[in-house]
């Protein structure tokens, strides 16, 4: 093997548990693992990226990945680290989203090479849509006791006397469904790993039981840490939502800003488990960081790798001059070279006004730009006054008193930029 795939992950902080044995499976020859993937929507968001990142290292380890997209099991929702059941998808919803995750994954995976650990992209609705109630309840179900499955400690959670809604029988069920994924892909493509969350270890040790008891052969564990923020909020969760891997989704921007804004103590972290920078690397930046933390040479570099790695290298230029509107310097040029949904970015939360386009025939004089018709200054005097000490400025250019905007001055044909001093931004949206 061209590397120790469980010594890479113990030193990039991304092993929480594994099964006796899976270290010395892994080193001999060439094996097969997999990680599941929940389609419940057209996009990962960075919540997947860990078991994205764990399959991208087992490859370049010289193994072979499968990415399980669980088509089936997405019908039924996973009641691990879950309160309530989740909505359930139809089919013609889940193969559209199945699409759309692989052209994701495939800018970490090499699906398409002819080496032999290509990856292999599946879906268990694939051979469980055919598999009748009765037929599993025969095949499978038979093997694993009640017992066995209400000591996992996702059943006993949703039991406890927290969950006020229980758990139905449709979600009970969900480990074996799971469990059974590993069994057919140990049948049927020799694999013989399953990795995810540490909150899946119980969902996937009822695996390498159905392939004891039914494949009369040994499945492996492994499982990672889940991802936590040094402050206690969730990683991947910001007051709008997931951090999409879609850009139609988060912004490149968006996405950028998230990795750059993260604290010392998590960029340290995430450096390691979302880059595949090398270990002197890593450790050099850390020590650069620690010497200058003013600096914040581990959230750029972060912030740089994973923007390329998930959107492009032209993403990140533009992600960055865009951060340079707001805390560098930068241009009228800049300004206008944003598309409208990274300048909406930009300046989300600055406060707005609405005038008509008519407005600017023959232009809009600066008094009426600044209060009369925006109410972004107090009153007329205080702009005369604050014209006069040139600290006024439109689209990142400084005026005079006489200056008037016109449909020149328009960014996307609809926004002008007011600014007084360094900070106070004010954003004219032209109907």
Same mark, same amino acid.
């Given at each position: 093997?061209?590397?120790?795939?469980?010594? =890479?992950?113990?030193?990039? !902080?991304?092993?929480?548990?594994?099964?006796?044995?899976?270290?010395?499976?892994?080193?001999?020859?060439?094996?097969?693992?997999?990680?599941?993937?929940?389609?419940?929507?057209?996009?990962?968001?960075?919540?997947? /990226?860990?078991?994205?990142?764990?399959?991208?290292?087992?490859?370049?380890?010289?193994?072979?990945?499968?990415?399980?997209?669980?088509?089936?099991?997405?019908?039924?929702?996973?009641?691990?680290? @879950?309160?309530?059941?989740?909505?359930?998808?139809?089919?013609?919803?889940?193969?559209?989203?199945?699409?759309?995750?692989? !052209?994701?994954?495939?800018?970490?995976?090499?699906?398409?090479?002819?080496?032999?650990?290509?990856?292999?992209?599946?879906?268990?609705?694939?051979?469980?849509?055919?598999?009748?109630?009765?037929?599993?309840?025969?095949?499978?179900?038979?093997?694993?006791?009640?017992?066995?499955?209400?000591? #996992?400690?996702?059943?006993?959670?949703?039991?406890?006397?927290?969950?006020?809604?229980?758990?139905?029988?449709?979600?009970?069920?969900?480990?074996?469904?799971?469990?059974?994924?590993?069994?057919?892909?140990?049948?049927?493509?020799?694999?013989?790993?399953?990795?995810?969350?540490?909150?899946?270890?119980?969902?996937?040790?009822?695996?390498?039981?159905?392939?004891?008891?039914?494949? *009369?052969? @040994?499945?492996?564990?492994?499982?990672?840490?889940?991802?936590?923020?040094?402050?206690?909020?969730?990683?991947?969760?910001?007051?709008?939502?997931?951090?999409?891997?879609?850009?139609?989704?988060?912004?490149?921007?968006?996405?950028? +800003?998230?990795?750059?804004?993260?604290?010392?103590?998590?960029?340290?972290?995430?450096?390691?488990?979302?880059?595949?920078?090398?270990?002197?690397?890593?450790?050099?930046?850390?020590?650069?960081?620690?010497?200058?933390?003013?600096?914040?040479? /581990?959230?750029?570099? /972060?912030?740089?790798?994973?923007?390329?790695?998930?959107?492009?290298?032209?993403?990140?230029?533009?992600?960055?001059?865009?951060?340079?509107?707001?805390?560098?310097?930068?241009?009228? =040029?800049? /300004?206008?070279?944003?598309?409208?949904?990274?300048?909406?970015?930009?300046?989300?939360?600055?406060? +707005?006004?609405?005038?008509?386009?008519?407005?600017?025939?023959?232009?809009?004089?600066?008094?009426?730009?600044?209060?009369?018709?925006?109410?972004?200054?107090?009153?007329?005097?205080?702009?005369?006054?604050?014209? @006069? +000490?040139?600290?006024?400025?439109?689209?990142?250019?400084?005026? #005079?008193?006489?200056?008037?905007?016109?449909?020149?001055?328009?960014?996307?044909? #609809?926004?002008?930029?007011?600014?007084?001093? @360094?900070?106070?931004?004010?954003?004219?949206?032209? *109907?």
């Amino acid at each position: 093997m061209t590397s120790n795939f469980v010594e =890479e992950l113990k030193w990039r !902080g991304m092993l929480h548990d594994a099964m006796p044995g899976t270290e010395e499976h892994l080193m001999n020859e060439m094996q097969s693992a997999y990680v599941g993937i929940d389609p419940t929507a057209d996009s990962l968001h960075i919540g997947h /990226l860990v078991g994205v990142m764990m399959l991208r290292h087992f490859q370049l380890a010289g193994h072979k990945p499968y990415a399980l997209i669980g088509g089936a099991t997405g019908m039924i929702g996973d009641p691990s680290g @879950k309160s309530a059941e989740r909505n359930l998808l139809d089919e013609a919803t889940l193969r559209h989203n199945q699409e759309a995750i692989k !052209g994701q994954l495939s800018r970490f995976l090499d699906f398409d090479g002819d080496a032999e650990n290509a990856a292999i992209l599946v879906n268990n609705y694939d051979w469980m849509k055919d598999f009748t109630f009765l037929d599993f309840i025969r095949d499978v179900g038979k093997h694993i006791t009640v017992n066995y499955m209400m000591a #996992k400690d996702s059943v006993k959670k949703r039991l406890s006397a927290e969950s006020k809604e229980g758990m139905s029988f449709t979600e009970f069920t969900y480990q074996m469904v799971q469990g059974y994924d590993f069994l057919y892909l140990y049948q049927n493509y020799n694999c013989t790993l399953q990795m995810g969350g540490s909150d899946q270890w119980g969902n996937i040790t009822t695996g390498t039981e159905l392939i004891r008891r039914i494949g *009369n052969g @040994k499945g492996y564990a492994l499982t990672c840490p889940l991802i936590t923020k040094a402050d206690g909020t969730k990683f991947g969760k910001t007051e709008g939502g997931n951090i999409w891997l879609d850009a139609e989704r988060t912004s490149p921007y968006k996405f950028y +800003q998230y990795w750059l804004n993260t604290s010392d103590v998590d960029a340290e972290k995430y450096i390691k488990i979302f880059t595949f920078l090398s270990k002197d690397e890593i450790e050099a930046l850390i020590k650069e960081h620690q010497e200058a933390p003013h600096m914040r040479v /581990l959230q750029k570099r /972060l912030a740089e790798e994973i923007t390329v790695m998930v959107h492009s290298q032209e993403d990140l230029g533009n992600a960055q001059k865009a951060s340079n509107i707001l805390f560098g310097k930068s241009t009228s =040029e800049d /300004l206008k070279n944003l598309d409208e949904k990274t300048f909406l970015d930009v300046f989300d939360g600055v406060p +707005q006004a609405e005038i008509s386009k008519s407005e600017l025939t023959p232009g809009l004089d600066m008094i009426g730009a600044l209060a009369d018709k925006t109410g972004f200054l107090t009153s007329n005097s205080e702009a005369r006054r604050e014209l @006069k +000490q040139n600290s006024i400025s439109v689209n990142k250019e400084k005026v #005079k008193a006489d200056y008037q905007i016109g449909e020149n001055d328009l960014i996307n044909g #609809k926004f002008v930029l007011l600014q007084r001093g @360094k900070k106070n931004y004010f954003v004219l949206v032209v *109907n």
